[in-house]
C-alpha cells in the first residue's frame, strides 16, 4: 500500500537523481514484466439471442512472459519472451519472424523470469538498446530477477543508475503498470477474437501468436501512451502531487502517528486522580481524589481531605480499567505504607502496550526466519548505492560458502 512517508522519501531521491544527473526523458527507463496465454479473454460480441456458441478461444492453455521496457520520450525496446518448457526443443513451432522486431526468445520450466533470464534480458537487450549516452536511470520493481549481483555490477560498469520501487506501490508509481500493460492485454484479447472469428478452423498456437503478438503490440506501446505513464506516475516531469490523495487511504488505517507527551503539555481541563489501593482487600478496589494543586511540587508529601467522598473503583469492571489505564498523570498510593508512586503515560504507544497485556493473551514468537536473515523490504532502494552493493556482495559469500561445504559433504558422501 501507498504510505506517505515512503513515497516522500521515493521521490526526494528519484528528483536529486534526475537533478544531479542531468537526465532527460531518453534516458530514463522503466522495465517490468506480464503474463499471456494462448487461451486468452475472448471480448464481448452481439449475437442472436438463444444462439449458445458466441465466441472461442484456443482448447490449450500455455503461459508466456513478456518482459517489456519502455522510456519517458515513449520509446519502448524489443520485448523478451518467456514460454513454458525444459529445454530448447520448446521454442520449436514458433513463427518467430512474425514477432516484434529483434524480439529476444527464452524458455524456463512454468514460463516464468528468473535471475538467470534476467541477467541475460540486461545484457542482450537493455545494454545494446539504451543507446551509447551516459549515464541513464533504470526503475524497476523489487522482483529478484532485477535486483542481482551480476546485473547491478554490469549497471556500475556502465554508468546506469538502477532504482527499486517501494513494495506494493507498483499500481501508482511504475507507468508500464499504469498505462501500457492495460491496453495491451486488451488488444490482444482482441486480436485473438478476431483471429477466431475470420478463421474458424484455427486457434491461438506457437505458429499464430507471434503476429497477434505483434499486432497488440504496436496497438498498445505508442508514444502517447508511454509518456502517459511516466506522466502519471509523477517520473517525468518529476512531480510527487501526481499521485492523488486517495491513493494513500488504505494505509491510513494503519498508520501510526508520532506522539510526545510531555509535563509541559499536560492539559489543565482535565482532572487527574489520587487513588489508594487496599493490598489486603481481595476484591479489589480502588478510591481516588483530586488532585490537589500543590500536588505539582513533587518534593512535598500531598496531604489528603478526609472530608471528600471517595468513589470506589471496581478493577473487576473492564470499562472502569480501560479508563483507569488510559488516563494520564496518575499517582496511586498503597494504604499500608503511604507511599505515593507516580504513574505517567508518556506516549500513546505505552497506553496501547498497556490494554493489551490486560485484555490480550500473550504473543506467540514467531519461530519462521527471514530468509537470509534479511528484513523484509520496506522502501524504495538505489541498487548501485555503495551500501547495498556492499550487502549483496556479502549475501552472495555466504551463499558461495553454503554452496561449497554441500558440494564438499556430498563428495564426502560419495566416497563413503
Request: glycine content about 4%; charged content about 25%.
Amino acid at each position: 500500500m501507498l504510505n506517505h512517508v515512503v513515497v516522500e522519501n521515493y521521490f526526494n531521491d528519484l528528483g536529486k537523481i534526475i537533478q544531479d544527473l542531468n537526465l532527460s526523458s531518453i534516458n530514463i527507463w522503466n522495465c517490468d514484466e506480464t503474463g499471456l496465454n494462448f487461451e486468452h479473454c475472448p471480448v464481448n460480441v452481439i449475437a442472436e439471442r438463444g444462439t449458445t456458441v458466441v465466441s472461442k478461444t484456443s482448447q490449450k492453455s500455455s503461459n508466456l512472459t513478456i518482459m517489456a521496457c519502455v522510456n519517458a520520450a515513449g520509446d519502448a525496446m524489443p520485448p523478451l519472451i518467456i514460454t513454458k518448457g525444459k529445454t530448447v526443443k520448446s521454442l520449436h513451432g514458433f513463427k518467430t519472424i512474425d514477432a516484434p522486431k529483434d524480439t529476444v526468445w527464452s524458455y524456463q520450466e512454468k514460463g516464468w523470469i528468473t535471475d538467470e533470464i534476467g541477467e541475460r534480458w540486461f545484457n542482450q537487450v537493455f545494454i545494446k538498446q539504451c543507446g551509447p549516452k551516459r549515464p541513464q536511470l533504470l526503475v524497476f520493481d523489487d522482483h529478484s530477477s532485477h535486483e542481482t549481483l551480476a546485473i547491478i555490477e554490469r549497471a556500475i560498469e556502465e554508468n546506469i543508475i538502477l532504482l527499486s520501487l517501494p513494495p506494493h506501490t507498483t499500481h501508482y508509481l511504475q507507468p508500464l503498470d499504469r498505462s501500457v500493460f492495460g491496453p495491451f492485454k486488451k488488444a490482444y484479447n482482441e486480436k485473438c477474437s478476431e483471429f477466431i472469428s475470420e478463421h474458424p478452423l484455427h486457434v491461438v498456437n506457437k505458429h499464430s501468436f507471434p503476429s497477434l503478438l505483434t499486432k497488440a503490440w504496436d496497438d498498445a506501446f505508442t508514444q502517447s501512451n508511454v509518456k502517459s505513464g511516466f506522466a502519471s506516475c509523477g517520473i517525468w516531469p518529476v512531480n510527487r502531487f501526481a499521485i492523488p490523495n486517495d491513493a494513500f487511504m488504505p494505509s491510513s488505517v494503519t498508520d501510526v502517528p508520532h506522539v510526545t507527551h510531555t509535563l509541559a503539555g499536560f492539559d489543565a481541563t482535565s482532572t487527574p486522580t489520587v487513588g489508594t489501593y487496599n493490598a489486603e482487600d481481595s476484591s479489589e478496589v480502588m478510591t481516588a481524589v483530586p488532585l490537589s494543586p500543590q500536588l505539582e511540587n513533587r518534593d512535598e508529601e500531598p496531604s489528603r481531605a478526609d472530608d471528600v467522598p471517595l468513589p470506589v473503583l471496581d478493577l473487576s469492571d473492564p470499562a472502569v480499567l480501560l479508563e483507569l489505564i488510559s488516563s494520564e498523570n496518575l499517582i496511586m498510593d498503597r494504604v499500608d505504607d503511604n507511599a505515593f508512586n507516580e504513574v505517567s503515560v508518556e506516549t500513546a504507544l505505552d497506553v496501547d502496550n498497556s490494554i493489551s497485556e490486560v485484555f490480550l493473551p500473550p504473543k506467540l514468537e514467531s519461530r519462521k526466519e527471514t530468509k537470509n536473515n534479511v528484513a523484509k523490504k520496506t522502501s524504495h532502494t538505489i541498487l548501485t548505492s555503495e551500501e547495498i552493493v556492499k550487502q549483496k556482495r556479502e549475501i552472495q559469500k555466504r551463499k558461495n560458502e553454503k554452496e561449497t561445504k554441500k558440494a564438499a559433504k556430498r563428495i564426502k558422501t560419495e566416497k563413503n
